[in-house]
């Protein structure tokens, strides 16, 4: 019997069971988003159940999926953060890098040409590569990406422009 | 849009693709313990506390040979009468235990093999590693086997005939693995072509071990047997269409989608597989379906009945729309200051035992999210889990 098909267990007023059904609707569509903000499945997939983990009790009034968005947008955020710490700390002891790297299988999938895109995307400032995921991969109109990243409309489009011409500058005009 | 533009939505497609949908359901993950601090202090507006609850199926029951009596009194359930809490009405079968298993695990209970100890999944970042059980006299875990599986789905673990039993579906076949309740290697005794549903997930099986034997029906129905040993899966005689309910029960239409009609009746008509012995469900006079009915009551919006429609009886609240363990429903109250009682409401006895209370409020810990399973219900509440063992009440 599974939880799809059953009967749902009648709630109290006001207290529908929202989450268990965004995080079954929404999950996939969450940790591809995660992928791209941070760059490697194991690291997307912990970020969303962390972010799942800490909505039960939210009222359900706000749990929407631009909220939830903004969590895991936060929580992928967090997951940066730390991982420059842990690279600084490497550093003292000597060069390494714990940057994610793609699987051989990932790798032959995306092409060359477009690793090549993912590798400048990556090498972007954190809220450049933010507002082309959120401009390009969720489709969100400036308003949309303002409002999840806290800043004015006017500073998401001259983000956007400035990450455009890196990138285009970067991978020097080639299609 | 620029050449930059276009190259730069397809390499994104193209890695988020890379995050591929195998299809299989997962479980919400378990909530991180309530801090007060997390709390939002600065927060001026009224918080909703709301009761999120999580429904776990694929575990079915045994039926056991006798009926409960309804010895006991009553709970008095009048309009201005207030509930007692669940641990005054069934003592021994509430339980509070620890969240963390050795390691800093989670553990994750999932069935009482007695009324002393409770079988569970351990989780390390909400990633199965391993079966566990937890004695409530001697108040330690135990392992019973290591189990790193990413194939292996959420629903519950069931037990029966001294052995643990899951499924995992794997490479589009779903197995099934046991495991002696002792400890010992996990074995996989059954695998066959997993069923996809009609949205092209798998929706998993219906699992239970009765009479030596793994028994299951596949959502697509048909009750299927392999003995514990091992063997090749059968489908049992005469229970094409049906699905496993309560072994030795099966019945149809599954669930209210299978009904073509507005009406819902869900397993309407059941048959014993092992006798074929067909019981029909029959509604009260001017009643004409049913949200959920088993083996012997069915229940729809706060009422309950038998299977052969006497009996007729109002719920001390409301809600009440699936039984568990055959003879419990969950409900909610309103009491006089305004807040809600959510409780457990045992049909068979009338009594009803309160699990929390329904608070809307400024800084108020919610009420934790409630995981319904057959024989077990229960919540997390700090560093500890709250366990009610439906099976365990007599």
């Known amino acids: 019997m599974d939880s799809e098909t059953l009967p749902r267990v009648s709630v109290p007023p006001g207290a529908e069971p929202t989450l268990a059904g965004l995080y079954r609707e929404h999950r996939l569509a969450l940790v591809r988003l995660a992928v791209l903000l941070v760059g490697d499945r194991e690291s997307a ?12 009790g939210r009222p359900p009034d706000v749990l929407t999926l631009p909220y939830i968005r903004t969590c895991v947008l936060n929580a992928a955020r967090s997951v940066l ?79 956007v422009a400035r990450a455009l011409a890196r990138l285009e500058r970067e991978l020097g005009g080639r299609t | 849009m620029s050449s930059i533009e276009d190259r730069l ?51 079915v029951g045994v039926r056991g040979a006798s009926s409960p009596a309804p010895a006991v009194r009553p709970t008095p359930s009048g309009p201005g009468a207030d509930l007692p809490p669940i641990e005054d009405v069934w003592p021994d079968a509430v339980h509070e235990i620890p969240v963390k298993a050795p390691g800093g695990r989670t553990f994750t209970p999932d069935v009482f093999v007695n009324d002393r100890v409770v079988v569970g999944r351990g989780l390390t970042r909400n990633r199965l590693d391993g079966i566990w059980s937890y004695d409530l006299d001697k108040r330690t875990f135990a392992r019973i086997a290591p189990l790193k599986d990413w194939s292996v789905g959420n629903d519950p673990l069931v037990f029966g005939d001294g052995a643990v039993a899951w499924s995992a579906f794997r490479d589009g076949m779903t197995e099934i693995w046991t495991v002696p309740v002792m400890g010992g290697i996990p074995r996989r005794i059954a695998s066959f072509r997993g069923v996809l549903g009609p949205q ?29 040993k091992g063997g090749r899966p059968t489908l049992i005689k005469e229970t094409k269409g049906y699905r496993l309910l309560t072994w030795p029960w099966a019945g149809r239409p599954y669930s209210v989608s299978d009904a073509k009609e507005r009406v819902h009746r869900p397993m309407e008509q059941l048959i014993d597989v092992r006798t074929g012995e067909r019981v029909d469900a029959v509604p009260p006079p001017g009643r004409v379906g049913w949200s959920y009915c088993g083996v012997r009551w069915c229940i729809n919006e706060g009422e309950v009945w038998r299977r052969d429609g006497t009996g007729l009886q109002r719920l001390p609240g409301n809600g009440g729309t699936r039984l568990y363990s055959e003879r419990f429903t969950l409900i909610s109250r309103h009491r006089p200051d305004g807040t809600s009682a959510i409780a457990v409401h045992d049909i068979s006895t009338r009594r009803t035992g309160v699990l929390g209370i329904h608070t809307i409020g400024m800084n108020v810990e919610p009420f934790p999210t409630l995981h319904l399973e057959d024989g077990l219900f229960w919540y997390r509440r700090g560093s500890k889990q709250v366990l009610v063992n439906l099976s365990g009440i007599r």
């Open chain 2, 9 to 59: 939505k397809d390499a994104m497609a193209a890695k988020a693709e890379t995050v591929r949908d195998d299809g299989r359901p997962r479980a919400l993950p378990a909530p991180q313990p309530w801090h007060p601090l997390r709390s939002r202090w600065g927060v001026p507006a009224l918080v909703a506390a709301a009761i999120v609850t999580v429904v776990a199926g694929t575990a």
């Open chain 2, 200 to 228: 092209n997930t798998y929706e998993g099986i219906t699992l239970a071990i009765a009479d030596g034997m793994a028994v299951w029906s596949p959502a697509n129905g048909g009750v299927y047997r392999v003995p514990l």
């Open chain 1, 81 to 159: 953060r730390r991982r420059g710490v842990m690279a600084r700390g490497s550093l003292k002891l000597g060069p390494a890098d714990d940057r994610p790297v793609d699987s051989a299988e990932t790798a032959t999938l995306l092409g060359e040409s477009r690793q090549e895109v993912l590798a400048a995307l990556g090498r972007l400032p954190r809220r450049q590569r933010e507002v082309l995921v959120l401009r390009y991969y969720v489709d969100l109109s400036d308003a949309d990406i303002a409002q999840m990243t806290r800043v004015r409309q006017s500073t998401v489009r001259s983000t």
């Open chain 1, 45 to 56: 997939e912990d970020v969303v159940q962390d972010v799942f983990a800490r909505l039960h």
